[in-house]
């Protein structure tokens, strides 16, 4: 059993700890929080050891009725390795903690790609992570357009990526985010740093990306324009291609699922933990071939697409396993491709291959 210590226990490091507790060979040794609030009250019913962010906090969270385990330097002293879930630039700032404690380390998305030897999404590239002490998961956007991208560069060749990335302003927690109403264009500079962020696990694309915030806490949606360098004759195999891929999820035009706000509903009705989507949802009608160039629409759940991502890159980093045997076990105890967003739409999986 691999031993997981989470610091940072919000949006991303409450799911993680949850999708790690779901998993046969690894399980959370504790979860180091700042805040004694409800946070910390729902990670203590929910059995998790609590560690004190700061050891000036140890009070705090034996006012609200909770005994700290320790502080987060226990926490990193008990842990095989550390999912490291703070605030975007707190973790690199955590890493000299980790090394004194010669612990390997995942970071988030949010911190600079510096902050670790190599950065990863387990489709793409878990291999690479395979020899680091400190791994970078990939954000929510570039997860999104990894999945999307790699398999057409596989099956086709990729000319060119062109993304407009249509952001959720924040998180539904996120109270003090905007804009409240307005769409604006962010970064206002073209190419937004998204197309960069991505070449960090697939360096060969050529893409290009443009920002905006809108005011949603739902989901991200991309636009989406590849330029394929040897196209298939019809958008059919590049429907199939992408149906066949375990984390996009493709949604049939039959669903009436027009936006994010349906595809939260279904995934609440379906039953998923917080209404989590783990798979980027394609819209099967919006898949285009106009000549070299394939065009599609998808929705990313930024809350939670990381999640299994964070899992694979544990099994990656301790040497567990090959990536496809992990992201086979995460799909597997998570349940994605066997629960019910994926039965409820398996018509889309039932297409038959085109010639
Ligand atoms: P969050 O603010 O929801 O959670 C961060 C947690 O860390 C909070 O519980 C906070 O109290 C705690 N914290 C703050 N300072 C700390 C410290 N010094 N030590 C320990 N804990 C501390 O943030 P989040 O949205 O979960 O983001 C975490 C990381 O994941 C960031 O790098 C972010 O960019 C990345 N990320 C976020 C999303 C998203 O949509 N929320 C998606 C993908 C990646």
């Not at 998993?23 to 700042?34: F, I, L, S, W």
């Not at 000299?96 to 949010?110: I, K, M, S, V, W």
């Not at 958008?235 to 066949?244: N, W």
Request: aromatic share 4%; hydrophobic share 35%.
């Amino acid at each position: 059993m691999l031993r997981v210590g989470i610091n940072g226990y919000g949006t991303i490091g409450k799911r993680v700890a949850d999708a790690i507790r779901a998993q046969p060979d690894m399980t959370v040794c504790g979860v180091a929080k700042r805040q004694p609030d409800y946070v910390a009250v729902g990670a203590a019913e929910d059995g998790y050891r609590l560690f004190a962010a700061d050891a000036d906090q140890l009070e705090g969270f034996r006012s609200i009725g909770i005994e700290p385990a320790g502080d987060v330097t226990d926490l990193v002293e008990r842990s095989d390795v550390v999912v490291d879930a703070t605030p975007s630039g707190v973790g690199a700032t955590n890493r000299p903690l980790y090394e004194r404690h010669d612990t390997p380390a995942l970071f988030q998305g949010g911190e600079d790609a510096t902050v670790a030897e190599v950065s990863v999404t387990a489709r793409v590239n878990y291999q690479e992570a395979t020899d680091a002490e400190y791994v970078r998961v990939v954000s929510c956007n570039t997860t999104g357009l990894a999945r999307l991208v790699a398999p057409l560069e596989e099956a086709y060749g990729v000319e060119k990526v062109r993304a407009t990335l249509v952001r959720r302003g924040g998180d539904p927690g996120q109270t003090g985010r905007g804009p409240i109403n307005d769409a604006v264009p962010d970064p206002v500079s073209i190419p937004s740093h998204h197309g960069p962020d991505l070449q960090t696990v697939l360096p060969s694309i050529d893409v290009d990306t443009i920002g905006l915030k809108v005011p949603t806490t739902m989901m991200h949606v991309h636009a989406v324009n590849v330029s394929l360098t040897d196209p298939p004759s019809s958008v059919e195999p590049i429907r199939d291609l992408l149906a066949a891929e375990d984390r996009l999820l493709t949604i049939p035009d039959f669903a009436g699922i027009d936006g994010a706000g349906t595809l939260k509903d279904f995934a609440l009705d379906a039953g998923r933990p917080r209404g989590d989507i783990w798979e980027n949802c394609l819209w099967d009608a919006s898949c285009t071939l106009e000549c070299t160039d394939f065009y599609c629409m998808q929705a990313i759940h930024q809350e939670s697409d990381v999640v299994p991502e964070n899992v694979d890159a544990l099994r990656a980093i301790t040497g567990h396993c090959d990536g496809p045997t992990s992201q086979r076990l995460t799909n597997e105890h998570l349940g994605i491709g066997t629960n019910q967003l994926h039965e409820r739409v398996g018509l889309a999986r039932d297409r038959q291959p085109a010639d």
